[in-house]
């Protein structure tokens, strides 16, 4: 059973638009959310996170907006660069236990 | 910082064979966890330590695997025996933190890339 889905295996945008990546979950006791960056033969890197406390947190170009109603996340990119070309990872985690990621999704700008 | 370290970064068996992956946490980080990644179910923790206890192995595949941390420095992956459908890229995490901690950054290796022929 996926706790966490990502129902996009890929998105292609263009370069200076906006990127949005979706992502579901299932579980009510998900209480902190992250999502990872990671490039081709590297490990994921950390990104962005939010309590679920917040409906939304800034960093940058990048924004995480969260609707516990409908147990749904996502993450905008805005603008888009070539360089965030990369698998994104949604995670979830319920206090004291272990990181749920979704199957990822492969973000294409396009120059 | 050198970040967290693994070892190969390559791996190429035949079937049955024996396979150990290893890996070193960044230092001071106090939980270390396994993962692996494929194509169709994306990322998946395999096990987890704190203070160098398993806490979790509940999503070790089968008794075919097994992972020791026989210190704060060090722990390993091993497959015995290995099987083609064990190719897949496994990556190993560390943070600080304890069990208790609902904040949970992790940081990743660079993986290991196992291909079982």
């Known amino acids: 059973d996926q706790q966490v889905k990502q129902n996009s295996p890929s998105l292609s945008v263009q370069e200076g638009r906006i990127s949005i990546l979706n992502c579901d979950y299932t579980?009510?006791?998900?209480?902190?959310f992250l999502w990872y960056k990671k490039y081709p033969a590297e490990g994921p890197t950390f990104l962005i996170s939010i309590s679920s406390i917040k409906d939304k947190n800034e960093d940058g170009r990048f924004t995480v907006f969260l609707n516990k109603s409908a147990k749904h996340l996502s993450l905008h990119i805005v603008p888009s660069q070539p360089g965030d070309s990369a698998v994104y990872f949604c995670?979830?985690?319920?206090?004291?236990?272990?990181?749920?990621f979704g199957a990822g999704t492969i973000l294409r700008v396009k120059s | 910082d050198a970040g967290v370290i693994q070892s190969p970064r390559h791996e190429v068996t035949e079937m049955g064979q024996e396979v150990t992956l290893r890996c070193k946490p960044i230092s001071g980080h106090n939980s270390l966890f396994w993962y692996r990644q494929t194509m169709m179910r994306g990322l998946e923790l395999l096990i987890y330590?704190?203070?160098?206890?398993?806490?979790?192995d509940s999503g070790m595949p089968e008794d075919r695997f097994s992972a020791k941390m026989p210190n704060a420095s060090f722990s390993t992956l091993k497959i015995q025996p290995s099987e083609p459908r064990d190719s897949a890229v496994y990556f190993c995490?560390?943070?600080?933190?304890?069990?208790?901690?609902?904040?949970?950054?992790?940081?990743f290796g660079p993986g290991t890339r196992l291909t079982v022929l």
């Open positions: 330590f704190n203070n160098n206890v398993p806490i979790d």
């Open positions: 995670a979830a985690i319920a206090y004291g236990n272990k990181l749920v």
């Open positions: 579980n009510s006791m998900f209480d902190y």
């Open positions: 995490a560390s943070r600080t933190g304890t069990s208790g901690s609902s904040y949970n950054e992790q940081f």
